[in-house]
């Protein structure tokens, strides 16, 4: 069962922000969102995660709603580095369980 | 040492042969896990090992299997593989318990002819 939902693909221009929405209608009060990344012939790369509240890192910003059922990650100046595949996960952060990796979103960040 | 290093980086064996791939980190993390990902596929989980134990089986064939030897190395051995489980097979590790900060390796890309 898919828990999130994720558009296909999405383009940004280089030195734009770059906003990638997920749906998690179905997310539970113990369930975190984590955000990861695979570039092109790489393993995933960890990018952020929150539980209720928005979260900021080096690399990005994570708006989760108050109802949690929706989130926005934000990179505010994407790269050409940037272009990557980006997944969107809940799930709980405790020792039964794991990352299950939805179709993600193909970001393409052009000149 | 902030890796995840997994060798080979590219693997091709028949169908009759056994090989095994090979996962080292040395960032004290205490979960290890394998996934496996075909083309323009999203990663899927095969195995979990929290602190040396095997936590998680997924319905993996058993064609496919783990072992780990010490809390730095995992292994995958396969024997007897079918063409159709040819894919990028990844590694990553973590603290137990953590889903966020898993650190991937860069994959095995394995042709099984």
């Known amino acids: 069962d898919a828990k999130t939902t994720q558009p296909p693909s999405m383009d940004c221009a280089e030195g734009r922000a770059a906003n990638l929405p997920c749906n998690h209608s179905t997310i539970s009060g113990n369930e975190y969102v984590y955000w990861y990344r695979q570039i092109h012939s790489q393993g995933p790369q960890y990018i952020i995660h929150?539980?209720?509240n928005n979260e900021t890192n080096e690399m990005a910003s994570l708006i989760i709603t108050e109802d949690r059922k929706s989130s926005t990650l934000i990179l505010p100046h994407a790269t050409l580095r940037d272009t990557a595949v980006y997944y969107c996960?809940?799930?709980?952060?405790?020792?039964?369980?794991?990352?299950?990796f939805g179709k993600g979103t193909m970001l393409l960040v052009s000149p | 040492d902030t890796e995840v290093t997994q060798t080979p980086k590219h693997l091709v064996m028949g169908m009759t042969n056994k090989k095994s791939l090979k996962c080292e980190q040395h960032m004290g993390h205490r979960a290890m896990y394998w996934y496996k990902q075909k083309a323009k596929k999203p990663p899927e989980l095969m195995f979990v090992y929290s602190y040396e134990k095997l936590s998680i089986n997924e319905s993996v064939p058993s064609r496919f299997s783990p072992e780990c030897p010490n809390s730095s190395l995992l292994n995958l051995h396969l024997h007897a593989l079918q063409p159709e489980d040819s894919a990028l097979y990844l590694c990553a590790s973590s603290q137990d318990g953590i889903n966020y900060g898993y650190t991937f390796g860069s994959g095995t890309r394995l042709t099984v002819v």
């Open positions: 929150g539980l209720k």
């Open positions: 996960i809940v799930s709980m952060n405790s020792g039964y369980s794991t990352l299950t």
